[in-house]
C-alpha cells in the first residue's frame, strides 16, 4: 500500500521506504529523513536571487550572502524530479521536515483503498460583487 505525502513523495507501507512517485524509485527508509536518500545541490543564493545592485559598488545588493545563506536543492537521483528546496544558515544539517509514525500510517490506511494521485479540491466559485464591508469598525461594535 502506497500512501501519498508530497507532490514527489510517497511511503509504501509495504516495505516501509520512501519512493519517488514519478520514476517509483525507492530511496530510504521511512523511518529516515527522506532528503538522506535524495541527491543534494547546494547552490549558491546569488545564481537563484540576482543581486539588484552591483555588487563592485554596493557591499548589500538584495540577494542572499552565500556566508549567511545556502539553498540545498534535492533531487530524485533516478528521474532528476526537483523533489525539495530549503534556505539553511552555511553548516546547519538539512530539515527532518516530515516525520510520520509509520505505525501509526499503517493502523490508519489498513481498510482504505489506496490512491494513485490527491484527491482535486472542491470547485471554487467566484462571486461577483463584494459581500462585505470595507468600512472601519465603530468603537464599542
Not at 10 to 37: S, V
Request: glycine fraction near 4%; include cysteine.
Amino acid at each position: 500500500m502506497n500512501v501519498l505525502i508530497t507532490e514527489y513523495l510517497r511511503i509504501n507501507l509495504d516495505t516501509e521506504m520512501w519512493e519517488c512517485r514519478r520514476c517509483d524509485r525507492p530511496h530510504i527508509g521511512a523511518r529516515e529523513n527522506y532528503k538522506r536518500g535524495l541527491l543534494v545541490y547546494d547552490r549558491n543564493p546569488a545564481e537563484i536571487h540576482k543581486p539588484l545592485l552591483d555588487p563592485k559598488l554596493y557591499q548589500r545588493t538584495f540577494s542572499p550572502d552565500p556566508s549567511w545563506c545556502r539553498i540545498l536543492e534535492y533531487y530524485c537521483p533516478s528521474c532528476g524530479t526537483l523533489v525539495e528546496a530549503e534556505y539553511l544558515p552555511p553548516g546547519h544539517p538539512p530539515l527532518h521536515d516530515i516525520e510520520l509514525d509509520i505505525d501509526a500510517l499503517k493502523a490508519a490506511w489498513k481498510d482504505r483503498p489506496e490512491l494513485q494521485q490527491a484527491p482535486a479540491g472542491p470547485y471554487v466559485r467566484r462571486v461577483s460583487g463584494h459581500q462585505h464591508s470595507h468600512a472601519a469598525p465603530r468603537k464599542g461594535s
